[in-house]
């Protein structure tokens, strides 16, 4: 399953795919980019900065788990982390180091490498910080003691979970989303985009074994072709992450298309991205 994972990631990162040297003029059309996603990144999600505000990150060891474009981990050098990073694909990786090259940012290792065997040392960090990411890992509780391991034991892990107690998922991908999808495929409507792409795999499938929750989950998260997702609650944070004991948690983010709810006052009862602080119990 990690392969799976890692194939659709480097396949699918956000963005369009690097290649070769740039030239200045490249330099400067990446510069750009970088500085589009990151206000389309944050003008959605702007909970993002202000949570990491919350965290005294000045002259902390902090190994993020899951890059992406590297916007999170620009934020956090920026709020005085001392870096470290890793992700299973060696697109992000590339795409990190280019970041912090183009803005001339410090970092002490940025490489490929599993949340299942993480290449550093025990206690070597004061934070690990991954949002978006663990509930993409099935061997997830091997994942929880790797991280327990590199943390110091006063150290702390961050991490954003999507969150079952959601509008996104009780309402828009149980029920909405799957009452739309059995409807075009009942009828024999073909659709067009990530429609087509679900219809496509509901009858390569069977509608019925689709639609069912352990599975519509994994396809109702980062896409039709994504392989694997989970949502959690705290009882399942503290089961996959049995070496912690979580110290705060709180939800962001009212989303749940195709429902327009971002002006709903409910994120903190509703939103889609649980954030949650633990401590390692060692």
């Known amino acids: 399953m990690e392969a799976e994972i890692k194939d659709f990631w480097q396949s699918n990162p956000c963005g369009a795919k690097l290649v070769g040297d ?50 999170d981990a620009e934020a956090l050098v920026k709020r005085g982390a001392v870096y470290s990073g890793i992700d299973l694909t060696e697109e992000s990786v590339k795409r990190v180091k280019m970041r912090f090259e183009l803005k001339d940012l410090e970092y002490e290792k940025i490489e490929q490498a599993s949340a299942l065997e993480i290449p550093f040392a025990d206690n070597s960090f004061d934070v690990v910080f991954s949002h978006g990411v663990l509930h993409h890992i099935p061997e997830v509780k091997t994942a929880s003691r790797e991280i327990s391991r590199v943390l110091k034991p006063d150290g702390e892990l961050v991490s954003m979970f999507y969150a079952k107690r959601s509008l996104n998922y009780q309402v828009s991908i149980a029920i909405i989303r799957r009452l739309g999808l059995a409807a075009f495929f009942l009828t024999g409507r073909k659709g067009s985009g990530i429609v087509a792409e679900h219809l496509e795999n509901a009858r390569r499938m069977g509608l019925a074994k689709y639609l069912s929750m352990r599975n519509f989950i994994h396809v109702n998260t980062d896409g039709p072709r994504n392989p694997y997702s989970k949502v959690y609650d705290l009882k399942t944070v503290r089961e996959d992450f049995a070496e912690f004991e979580i110290v705060k948690s709180y939800q962001c983010f009212m989303h749940a298309p195709p429902l327009n709810v971002g002006w709903l006052p409910l994120e903190e009862l509703l939103g889609w991205h649980l954030w949650v602080h633990l401590k390692p119990t060692r």
């Open 22 to 71: 740039l030239s200045a003029e490249e330099r400067r059309e990446y510069e750009d980019f970088f500085a589009r996603y990151d206000q389309y990144r944050y003008r959605k999600e702007p909970h993002i900065l202000t949570n990491l505000d919350k965290i005294d990150l000045r002259g902390k060891r902090v190994l993020e788990i899951g890059l992406g474009q590297g916007a």
